[in-house]
T-cell receptor
Framework: ETGVTQTPRHLVMGMTNKKSLKCEQH?????MYWYKQSAKKPLELMFV???????ENNSVPSRFSPECPNSSHLFLHLHTLQPEDSALYLC???????????????FGPGTRLTVL | GIQVEQSPPDLILQEGANSTLRCNFS?????LQWFHQNPWGQLINLFY???GTKQNGRLSATTVATERYSLLYISSSQTTDSGVYFC????????FGTGTSLTVIP
C-alpha cells in the first residue's frame, strides 16, 4: 500500500464503548497528525507527533487518547465519547513537524465516526 | 496563531467556466498547500506552493508570500471539480482555512 491509510473507514459507537482508530503511513515520514472535521467547520488540529513524541495537544478532552508506537503508526483511542464528538477524523503525515523549509502534509481517507 | 481566510465561501459554476479561489493569511509562513476535499472526505494534495506559480493540467496556483496571499485557478471546470478547496499554511503548526465549497453544474 502507498500513502496514508486509516481504519476503520466508518465507525458507529455508543457513549460507553471503547474503540480505537488506526492510521498508518508508508511515506517514510517522521511526523503524524490527528485532525477533527465536524460538519460545516474547518479542520481542527488535535495532536501532533514528531519522532514518536507528542509535540502538540490542542486542548483535546481526555476521552481522546493518542498513541504513536513508531513513526509509521498512529492510534486514537476513544472512550466515553459524546454525540458532539461525531465527526470525520483525519490522519496526516509529513516529513517533519512544525516549521521547516519543506513540510508537505499528506492525508488519509478519514474515519467517519458516529456516536449514539 | 495565523489566521487563514478563504474566499469566496461558496461558488457555483457552469461546467466549462473558469474560477479563481483566494487564500489570505495573516503572517509570514514557510509553506502553503492547496487541497481538494472530495465528497467522501478525502483530502487530495493539489499544490505545495510556498511561493511562485505552478501548473498542473487545468489547475494552477500562485503564491505571493510578501503580500500574504495565494490564488488557485481552475479553468474549464468539470463536475468532478466539485468539493471543498482548502488552503493550509505552516507557522509553528499547520493552519487551515475555512474552505471554498465549489459546485460545478452540467
Amino acid at each position: 500500500e502507498t500513502g496514508v491509510t486509516q481504519t476503520p473507514r466508518h465507525l458507529v459507537m455508543g457513549m460507553t464503548n471503547k474503540k480505537s482508530l488506526k492510521c498508518e503511513q508508508h511515506l517514510g515520514h517522521n511526523a503524524m497528525y490527528w485532525y477533527k472535521q465536524s460538519a460545516k467547520k474547518p479542520l481542527e488540529l488535535m495532536f501532533v507527533y514528531s519522532l514518536e513524541e507528542r509535540v502538540e495537544n490542542n486542548s483535546v478532552p481526555s476521552r481522546f487518547s493518542p498513541e504513536c508506537p513508531n513513526s509509521s503508526h498512529l492510534f486514537l483511542h476513544l472512550h466515553t465519547l459524546q454525540p458532539e464528538d461525531s465527526a470525520l477524523y483525519l490522519c496526516a503525515s509529513s516529513r517533519l513537524a512544525g516549521m521547516s523549509s519543506y513540510n508537505e502534509q499528506f492525508f488519509g481517507p478519514g474515519t467517519r465516526l458516529t456516536v449514539l | 496563531g495565523i489566521q487563514v481566510e478563504q474566499s469566496p465561501p461558496d461558488l457555483i459554476l457552469q461546467e466549462g467556466a473558469n474560477s479563481t479561489l483566494r487564500c489570505n493569511f495573516s503572517d509570514s509562513v514557510n509553506n502553503l498547500q492547496w487541497f481538494h476535499q472530495n465528497p467522501w472526505g478525502q483530502l487530495i494534495n493539489l499544490f505545495y506552493i510556498p511561493s511562485g506559480t505552478k501548473q498542473n493540467g487545468r489547475l494552477s496556483a500562485t503564491t505571493v508570500a510578501t503580500e500574504r496571499y495565494s490564488l488557485l485557478y481552475i479553468s474549464s471546470s468539470q463536475t468532478t471539480d466539485s468539493g471543498v478547496y482548502f488552503c493550509a499554511v505552516t507557522g509553528n503548526q499547520f493552519y487551515f482555512g475555512t474552505g471554498t465549497s465549489l459546485t460545478v453544474i452540467p
